[in-house]
Nanobody
Framework: QVQLVESGGGLVQAGGSLRLSCAAS????????MGWYRQAPGKQRELVVS???????NYGDSVKGRFTISRDNAKNTMYLQMNSLKPEDTAVYYC??????????WGKGTLVTISS
C-alpha cells in the first residue's frame, strides 16, 4: 500500500512560481510510471507531466517549458516546479503512481490558484 501526500499549493499571482511536493509513504521508484495531473473546476482531469520507469518524460502541451518534474529518491518525494504561472493553471493538482500490474495510487490533491 502506498500513500501519497501533496503539498505546496496556494494562491500566487500570474507570472509567479510554486513548487509542489508529493511525499510517498512507501518505495515508489519501481513504479512503471508516475506523475502529476490536474483538474480545474468543471473540467476533466488532465495530464501535467508523467515520467516512466525508464526515465521518459512527457509534459502536457500547456505546461511545456514552464513546469519541471523532479524527484528525490532518498526522501521518496516527487516535485513539480511551476514557473510563469497563468490563471489557466488554476486547478487541484494530484500526484499519481502506477504499476502495469494494476496498482494505481493517487494523492488527495493540493489546490493551486493563480490570480490575474
Amino acid at each position: 500500500q502506498v500513500q501519497l501526500v501533496e503539498s505546496g499549493g496556494g494562491l500566487v499571482q500570474a507570472g509567479g512560481s510554486l513548487r509542489l511536493s508529493c511525499a510517498a509513504s512507501g518505495t515508489i521508484w519501481s513504479a512503471d510510471a508516475m506523475g502529476w495531473y490536474r483538474q480545474a473546476p468543471g473540467k476533466q482531469r488532465e495530464l501535467v507531466v508523467s515520467i516512466t520507469g525508464g526515465g521518459s518524460i512527457n509534459y502536457g502541451d500547456s505546461v511545456k517549458g514552464r513546469f519541471t518534474i523532479s524527484r528525490d529518491n532518498a526522501k521518496n518525494t516527487m516535485y513539480l516546479q511551476m514557473n510563469s504561472l497563468k490563471p489557466e493553471d488554476t486547478a487541484v493538482y494530484y500526484c499519481n503512481v502506477f504499476w502495469i500490474s494494476g496498482l494505481d495510487y493517487w494523492g488527495k490533491g493540493t489546490l493551486v490558484t493563480i490570480s490575474s
